[in-house]
């Protein structure tokens, strides 16, 4: 008693002399290595200035779980109390987002929110791969089981979790002894843990959360761009500017901004897909489909190649996160991406046909057939005015008198060779 007295006069008076600061962070959508980095960083930033706690808003559907298990490294093994919660109402904490919930020091959730649903996705199928989905999932139990046991959790509730991908809402989690408490909003949260004891490290430290001050970490710019292009759809978006970039520069080469443009999209694209659950049929289908295309622009089949192309395309964005329900492109944007991108490849193939059979005007092949007009006689040479340039010709018979229109046959040097026009 004497102790727990001491601690609270201790923590009392550094909180008289200094700030009452906790750090925010939101994770909203897939979880992938930008969200470890955010966790990360927040709790190195709240630790270096000396934060009272760390408050993390959860509304995720899920995402990676290697990235999960980074992050939820940093939370238990972080000395700033983490605390979690899952909001506004409405909010999810979903498949990895549970993970990372329950290994906060202190688990709240909003009126109308729900967690659990943590069954790992598997990105095949078949006989031989359910013994490895097996080995998954009980991999999966022991570490949801650790993180629930660790922070003194519903260890049965956590298990069902993965394996029967149960999900709770805010009333059934607290019965079930999954979170801490309810709070309707932020306010609500810091008021209800004010003065809770928690240990870590050993170490008993008194949550002073009322009338803290919260500070959002500054969001690098780097960290906003791969954010960004780590959301399905834009990566999907930029694939398909990366694959019409390619196209053009094969098909014109010499261009030079389709090519840079559509590389860079392409790498911005691969980036954010790797971060992201694909299947790795439906990323191989789409590769083979961009083979088609380039095929089609360079040889061009009318019809075969592209045909096959936008076949294959489409077969490739369906099943591209056929596993993961959540996290998908929306057959809408496909087709409109499919018709798109076999238009302007069309577009791309008649213009290069249309240039290729236009007359030459450069050059020999340029000039051989052209009109012109005699300035002086030609005896059998002289000088004629063609092109809008004046030349030194020679006839190819005769002679010719000044102002007669004449027509190249031609070329020696830079001597025309021409004849005269008499039935013009």
Known sequence: ????????????????????????????????????????????????????????????PGGLLTSTRKTVQEILSSDVPVIGFVYPSGAQCASAGTFIALSCHILAMAPATNIGAAHPVTLTGGETQEKIEEKIVNDTVSFIKT????????????????????SSTEEEALKEGVIDLKAKDINELLEKIEGRILEIEGKKIILNTKNAKLKETKVELKDRILKF?????????????GIWGIILEFSHPGFGIPGIVGTIALILAFFGLHTLPINLAGLILLILSFIFFALEAITPTFGIFIISGIITFILGSLMLFRKMPEIKIPIFNILIASILTGFFLWMVILFTWKTKKRKVTTGKEGIIGEKGRTITDLNPEGLIFIHGEY????TISGSIQKDKKVRVVDIEGLMLIVEEIKDE
Request: charged fraction near 20%.
């Open 1 to 60: 008693m004497k102790k727990i007295l001491l601690i609270f006069l201790i923590f009392t008076l550094r909180n008289i002399l200094s700030d009452n600061v906790g750090y925010i962070l939101n994770i909203e959508g897939a979880i992938g290595p930008i969200t470890y980095y955010q966790v990360k960083n927040v709790i190195s930033t709240a630790k270096a200035q000396n934060a009272n706690f760390i408050l993390i808003i959860l509304d995720t």
């Open 147 to 166: 993180i629930a046991r660790h922070r003194g959790r519903n260890e049965k509730w956590a298990e069902k979790a993965v394996r029967e991908s149960i």
């Open 229 to 241: 292009v780590s959301d399905p759809n834009i990566a999907y978006i930029l694939l398909i500017i």
């Open 391 to 394: 030349w030194k010709a020679k």
